[in-house]
């Protein structure tokens, strides 16, 4: 076996007897000392149970010494960096610097401050503003406390990319026995024993999250992340190089095992592409004549493609585009789409509001791309970069979403932030049909076989399609036969965790984003702070009668616990300022809680214009808190919510969690959410699971058990 093999074996050892630890590795103080007396599985692990069990048969088995193997980590290895330029200047600066008296605020900073600000955020770097509202400090004066520390050499100061700046101590031991990372190259699985929320954020950028499993009592809590080929082709770099760079920052070290296989599912992305040919048809190109007759023209016939024009090239039969990508996306090459598309009949379009720079960045990109799927949080202001990307194009418009409440937002939103005119927008869906240069329909009606013309009766340039999520498979079908038009999808969840992720992809187009936590740290988007309760029951009654149900009744009783409303009405006494929603999932629920609360109860049985008057009042601030169904689960704009409380609902999807999350994350005011969960039942597994999306991107998810 060669050293490399070696490095890329699949049984973990201990990274503390390592030669080839990191250099900044803290003594690990007994921290994975840990033995198990499960039996040994021959197959490969399937969850964080079964990996944990192989990692501690290996530690309890014995080993030769050799630990050459171990991919093993600690949160202090994240930073093991040579020090930026900065830095550098800062300490030899630190003669002069230090004779610049200190404001009181910045001399009151000790390292226990940084250590408590660090416990705060539960990450383990910090920029200053993140540092400064722990310490209650401005930015500016966290910044200098921090730089005054860093002199001192009890802080790093290191640069993340060219913004922001983040701090962390010099000395890890007090973090350093909180992380343990266990890579498994050959299988591409990474296990994270109690990472930070700034490790699982990175992670996410390249991993995908499919299991957890631990006691919340102990906060020993496993993560299972696999790296899969999808993973790897929408990671958000421009450069295979800025991808490999994060990944080792992240692993415990280098595998070139598992680095040889991204590269090459990275070029794979680049493999194939569409053009238009100079003669106005459109053209399939392979990079390599082997390529294409081993790959290209096995997989795809006459129905597909006419006829090769090149050893390297065939001519793509019309209407066949989407058909191909699929086709050639399922054999493992994502085909890039270089296609003249038509921007239909022009229009006009001036934009009357400043995109910010995260915004410009996605209608750039969507412009060189000519089609995708705009990715990030609630709050972001994806409809407005939206409405820029119709600017940019400057043709005529379809916008399609789920629901009537969106489609009246998209036309006030449109009025608001462009030059266009109201006869110039119509909505489409069963209170009118008003077809116009920017068309405005539900996917309902828009789907209807009586309504097929919508499509065909203008020459659309742009079709956007909201809430992309939501878009049913008529639609999707339909979509196959728009794939000259620019395609623009929104969604809050990303494309890899949704169910529809080929035909997303395909059909309208790869992911456009930015990291969530730029979006936190800079402001734009309020970061949310989400507790995960676990409520008992009320009383035994109730509790005997849920232990001698099942199935969906069993559902129903944990998710109505009576004693939900309660802790609901305690919440809403601790945060009377804020503006609340309170979900849930069940008619008889929701009722029982507005009549406890005393406040209205929004869902889909109301009358459409009854729900919009109650929305109008809450956005005004007459109504302070909202009991509401899934009818506010998506693109509902109530952008002054502060205060989101999840009653039930646990059943439904990851996605359901982060949008209800995502009714508090705005730029301004106070961003809280809390989860109720009834102790002992699924509520519990499905509230984490819920939960995970927003983990995933580095949003703190704590846990607490109520008294009963």
Do not use: C
Not at 15 to 35: F, M, V
Not at 567 to 577: D, Y
């Amino acid at each position: 076996m060669t050293e490399d093999d070696a490095a890329d074996a699949d049984t973990p050892t201990d990274a503390h007897s390592s030669d080839e630890s990191h250099p900044n590795e803290a003594p690990e103080d007994g921290a994975a000392d840990e033995t198990s007396s499960r039996r040994p599985r021959e197959n490969h692990p399937s969850t964080v149970a079964d990996v944990r069990a192989d990692d501690e048969r290996t530690h309890s088995d014995g080993d030769d010494g050799d630990d050459d193997d171990e991919s093993v980590r600690r949160a202090d290895d994240d930073l093991a960096t040579e020090p930026t330029d900065a830095a550098a200047d800062l300490a030899t600066d630190r003669d002069a610097d230090t004779d610049t008296p200190a404001t009181p605020s910045v001399l009151d900073v000790s390292l226990d401050g940084f250590y408590d600000a660090l416990e705060a955020e539960g990450r383990p770097v910090v920029t200053a503003q993140q540092a400064g509202r722990n310490l209650g400090l401005s930015q500016s004066a966290a910044a200098d406390a921090l730089d005054q520390l860093a002199r001192d050499g009890v802080v790093q100061r290191v640069n993340v990319e060219t913004d922001p700046v983040v701090y962390y101590p010099t000395e890890w031991g007090r973090l350093a026995e909180r992380e343990r990372i266990v890579l498994f190259p050959e299988r591409r699985e990474v296990v994270v024993d109690r990472p930070t929320q700034y490790t699982r954020a990175r992670l996410a950028q390249f991993a995908h999250l499919v299991d957890s499993t631990g006691d919340r009592n102990t906060g020993t809590r496993g993560y299972l992340y696999k790296i899969r080929q999808e993973d790897v082709w929408q990671a958000p770099f421009d450069e295979l190089d800025s991808l490999l760079s994060l990944m080792r920052s992240v692993l415990p070290r280098r595998s070139p095992h598992l680095e040889t296989w991204v590269e090459n599912q990275w070029k794979r992305a680049n493999q194939f592409r569409l053009y238009t040919h100079e003669d106005d048809y459109v053209v399939l190109e392979a990079a390599s004549e082997s390529l294409m007759g081993n790959v290209g023209r096995q997989k795809l016939d006459e129905e597909h493609l006419v006829a090769p024009i090149s050893d390297t090239e065939s001519w793509v039969r019309d209407g066949k585009e989407a058909h191909i990508k699929r086709i050639l996306y399922e054999a493992g090459y994502p085909v890039k789409d270089d296609r003249d598309l038509e921007t239909g009949d022009p229009l006009n379009v001036e934009l009357r509001v400043e995109l910010r720079d995260y915004q410009r960045d996605w209608v750039d990109r969507f412009t060189d791309q000519k089609a995708g799927v705009l990715v990030g949080p609630p709050g972001a202001g994806k409809t407005v970069t939206g409405i820029g990307v119709l600017a940019a194009v400057g043709g005529e418009t379809l916008v399609l979403v789920p629901s009537r409440e969106l489609a009246a937002q998209w036309r006030t939103e449109i009025l608001k932030h462009t030059s266009l005119s109201e006869d110039q927008i119509g909505e489409y869906h069963g209170g009118q049909k008003q077809v116009r240069p920017v068309t405005i329909a539900t996917y309902q009606t828009a789907g209807m076989d009586r309504h097929r013309s919508l499509f065909d009766d203008r020459e659309w340039g742009l079709i956007v399609y909201d809430e992309v999520h939501h878009v049913p498979s008529r639609i999707y079908r339909r979509s196959a036969d728009l794939q000259a038009k620019h395609r623009l999808g929104l969604s809050a969840t990303p494309i890899r965790e949704d169910d529809k992720e080929k035909e997303i992809f395909t059909l309208i187009g790869p992911p456009i984003g930015t990291d969530w936590s730029k979006l936190f740290e800079a402001g734009y988007v309020q970061e949310p702070e989400v507790e995960i309760r676990y409520v008992p029951w009320a009383d035994d009654t109730v509790r005997n009668e849920w232990s001698s149900a099942d199935g969906r009744e069993r559902h129903q009783l944990a998710a109505m616990n009576p004693q939900k409303v309660a802790e609901t009405r305690r919440l809403l006494r601790q945060h009377p300022e804020s503006k609340a929603l309170v979900f849930v999932d069940y008619l008889d629920q929701g009722e029982e809680m507005a009549e406890a609360l005393d406040v209205p109860f929004v869902n889909g049985e109301m009358r459409h214009h009854h729900r919009e008057r109650l929305f109008e009042r809450f956005r005004e601030g007459q109504l302070r808190t909202l009991v509401i169904s899934r009818v506010g689960d998506e693109g509902i704009d109530l952008p002054n919510a502060e205060l989101a409380v999840v009653a039930s609902g646990l059943g439904g999807s990851r996605r359901q969690g982060a949008q209800r999350a995502g009714r508090t994350m705005r730029p301004a005011g106070n961003a809280l959410v809390y989860v109720l969960a009834t102790r002992g039942t699924t509520e519990e597994d499905f509230a984490q699971r819920q939960m995970r999306h927003l983990a995933e991107k580095g949003v703190r998810v704590t846990e607490s058990d109520l008294t009963d």
